[in-house]
C-alpha cells in the first residue's frame, strides 16, 4: 500500500486561527480552531488590528496541538497548505508565514489555497468522493456567492451578492437589535420560538435570470418595521428576516443547477451551519437531486478545509515559491 500524504492546513483569514491535520485530503486527523468572537464581540465585528495580533499569538500553539492530536511531528508531513486569499490582509499573512517557515525548514512543498473553494471542499472531508461538476452556494460572513465547479481550481462565478453577505445581514440586523453576536447562531434560536407567526416582510425578488444576490433591501425593510412597531415579538421578527434571507439562497441556487443541468449542490461557509436553510435546501430538492453540506463544525471556518482542498494542489505538483503573497480579494 502506498504511503499517505499527510498535509498541514493553517487558516488565518479573519476572525478564527485554525490549525489541522488530513491524511490524502480526506481523513481529518485533527481540527483545532481558535476562534477569537468574544474578542471581538463588544464591537459587533472583526476589528482587523485586535484579529491579526490574536492570530499570531495562537497559532504556533495551534500547529503543536494539531500535529499532536494527530500523532505526528513536522517531519512526518508531506506538504503544508494555508489561506492566503481572500480576507483581511494583517490576518492572512499570520498563517502564509507560518506555513512558509515550516515549508523551508521541513523542505516540503507550500500550497497557497482559496479560503472561499476550501469551504466549498468542506463536505468531501467526511466520507465522500470529491467529485465534479456541482453548482457551489457559498455563504459566510465576508461573501455570499454562487459558482459552477467543474474541477480543483476550476470554477466560475454565476452570481454573488451586490451589498452585504448573508451572514453580515444576520450580525447587523442582530446588532441592530442588540441580540449578540456573531448574529447566525442567536438569530436561528431566537426564530424557533416563532414558527408560524413570523413577520411576513416582503420578498426578494429581483428580475427573472438575475443571479445575483442582494439583502440590503431586506435589511431596511426590518429596521423600519422595528421604528414603526417598537413593541413587536423579536422572535417574530428575526424569523420573518430569516425566511427572506435563505429563501432567496434557495430559489437561486436550485434555478443555477436546474439551468445548467447539474443535479449536485455544495452549501459551504458559515450560514450553511443553519439548520432552518439545510432544511429548506432538502424540501426544495426533487428527485435525482442532491444537496451536499458539511456538518455544521465543518461549515464555519477552519483548517482541515485548507489542508483538504491542499492536497488536490499538491498531488497535481501546483505548489508555490517561498514569494508567494496574500491578497485581500479573490
Ligand atoms: O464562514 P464563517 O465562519 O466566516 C466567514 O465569514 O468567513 O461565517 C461566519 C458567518 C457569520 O456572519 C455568522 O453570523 C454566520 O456565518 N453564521 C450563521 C450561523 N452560524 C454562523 N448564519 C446563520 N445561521 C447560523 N446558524
Keep these: 500500500m502506498d504511503k499517505p500524504v499527510l498535509g498541514l ?6 476572525d478564527e486561527t485554525a490549525a489541522a491535520v488530513v491524511r490524502d485530503g480526506r481523513t481529518v486527523l485533527s481540527n483545532i480552531i481558535s476562534s477569537q468572537v468574544d474578542l471581538h464581540r463588544d464591537y459587533y465585528g472583526v476589528v482587523p488590528e485586535i484579529a491579526s495580533r490574536a492570530h499570531l499569538e495562537t497559532i504556533n500553539l495551534l500547529i503543536e496541538r494539531a500535529l499532536r492530536g494527530a500523532g505526528i511531528s513536522f517531519g512526518d508531513l508531506d506538504y503544508v497548505a ?11 499573512m499570520i498563517a502564509l508565514q507560518s506555513a512558509k517557515v ?3 525548514t521541513m523542505e516540503i512543498p507550500l500550497v497557497p489555497v482559496n479560503h472561499l473553494e476550501a469551504h466549498l471542499y468542506a463536505p468531501f472531508l467526511e466520507g465522500r468522493e470529491l467529485f465534479f461538476p456541482w453548482i457551489g452556494l457559498l455563504v459566510s460572513g465576508g461573501n455570499t456567492a454562487l459558482y459552477h465547479v467543474r474541477g480543483v481550481g476550476d470554477m466560475d462565478v454565476i452570481g454573488r451578492t451586490v451589498d452585504d453577505a448573508a451572514g453580515e445581514a444576520f450580525d447587523k440586523i442582530a446588532k441592530y437589535m442588540e441580540l449578540g453576536y456573531p448574529g447566525g447562531p442567536v438569530i436561528e434560536k431566537l426564530a424557533l420560538g416563532a414558527e408560524g407567526k413570523g413577520v411576513l416582510f416582503p420578498k426578494i425578488l429581483p428580475e427573472p435570470g438575475d443571479t445575483r444576490f442582494s439583502y440590503s433591501g431586506i435589511k431596511t425593510a426590518v429596521i423600519n418595521y422595528l421604528k414603526m412597531n417598537p413593541g413587536a415579538d423579536p422572535a417574530a421578527v428575526v424569523h420573518g428576516f430569516q425566511e427572506r434571507v435563505l429563501e432567496l439562497l434557495v430559489r437561486r441556487a436550485f434555478a443555477a443547477a436546474r439551468e445548467r443541468g447539474i443535479r449536485s449542490l455544495v452549501v459551504a461557509g458559515g450560514v450553511a451551519a443553519n439548520g432552518r436553510l439545510r432544511r429548506m435546501l432538502a424540501e426544495e430538492a426533487r428527485a435525482g437531486e442532491e ?27 501546483k505548489t508555490a515559491s517561498l514569494d508567494a503573497d496574500v491578497h485581500a480579494r479573490v
Design 82 to 92: 494555508a489561506t492566503s486569499r481572500p480576507g483581511l490582509i494583517g490576518s492572512l
Design 9 to 14: 492546513g493553517l487558516e488565518s483569514s479573519c
Design 291 to 317: 444537496v451536499i453540506v458539511a456538518s455544521p463544525g465543518l461549515c464555519t471556518d477552519n483548517a482541515a478545509m485548507v489542508a483538504g482542498i491542499g492536497y488536490h494542489y499538491f498531488a497535481s505538483g
Design 102 to 104: 515550516i515549508s523551508y
